[in-house]
């Protein structure tokens, strides 16, 4: 199978590096920044191109849409003439937005991606959706070649799915963020906290997490819970996610 990819990000530049690494041809890379898109297409052998209409003459039998949500139906609307398969990578947009093309998908990877960070692909679930069965088992065909997970999840699972990933990563990310300030504020290194909260993830691996809560609000103590919040009186915002959060794990004692 062959594949050309739009955009240059995050997202994109992994599926791309994937891609190359199975021995998938790819044949075109567009990016609003014309030059993020020959940096990428140097890194995968794949060519860059100015304009996203030369994608639809090229020879590739997918295009991958790796751009920020309100831009894939633009981007979409311009490839209505490619005769392959057009799939977005993104977890909140419908299939449905991709409806005017002919044939059309959904290539999801469930996973956090920073572009200069490598990852195992191969661990990364895919999940896939499509809008015939026959486009349905090529995308499995390619999502094969890359990962041991591929699933089907429709649109309204994918909606779930992507909210609880925002729950699992992006929100625990910001706490991370809330006790490195706080740690620096009082002179501390980031670096005494990541046992912790690698061995925190560690346990989810093979517990639900509501069986591996620990903490003061679990306990119910109350004289640490009455600490903690006076520490953080020079600070709202935190106060009051501190106070949210112990609230909503009392009520799952």
């Given at each position: 199978m062959r594949a050309s990819i739009i955009g240059s990000g995050?997202?994109?530049?992994?599926?791309a590096k994937a891609l190359h690494q199975a021995q998938v041809e790819i044949h075109g890379i567009w990016s609003h920044q014309f030059e993020n898109a020959v940096l990428l297409a140097k890194q995968v052998g794949a060519k860059a191109v100015r304009q996203i209409s030369e994608i639809i003459q090229d020879e590739?039998?997918?295009?991958?849409?790796?751009v920020k949500d309100d831009a894939i139906a633009e981007v979409a609307a311009q490839l209505r003439n490619y005769r392959g398969i057009v799939a977005h990578t993104s977890g909140a947009i419908a299939l449905n937005a991709?409806?005017?093309?002919a044939n059309y998908g959904v290539f999801y990877?469930?996973?956090t991606f920073s572009k200069h960070k490598n990852l195992d692909?191969?661990?990364v679930p895919l999940c896939l959706e499509a809008n015939t069965?026959?486009?349905l088992q090529q995308l499995k065909m390619l999502a094969a070649l890359l990962s041991n997970s591929v699933f089907e999840v429709d649109t309204e699972q994918r909606k779930i799915l992507h909210l609880a990933a925002v729950f699992a990563c992006n929100f625990p990310n910001y706490l991370y963020g809330v006790a490195q300030q706080l740690l620096a504020q009082h002179q501390l290194d980031f670096d005494i906290i990541r046992p912790l909260i690698a061995e925190t993830a560690?346990?989810?691996q093979t517990a639900l997490p509501i069986e591996?809560?620990?903490g003061p609000a679990i306990r119910n103590d109350q004289q640490t819970l009455k600490k903690h919040e006076d520490l953080l009186k020079g600070h709202a915002d935190w106060l009051t996610i501190y106070k949210l959060l112990s609230e909503q794990i009392k009520k799952n004692r």
């Open positions: 995050n997202v994109a530049t992994h599926l590739s039998d997918i295009v991958l849409i790796s991709l409806s005017g093309n990877p469930l996973q692909f191969s661990q069965n026959q486009n560690q346990k989810v591996m809560q620990t």
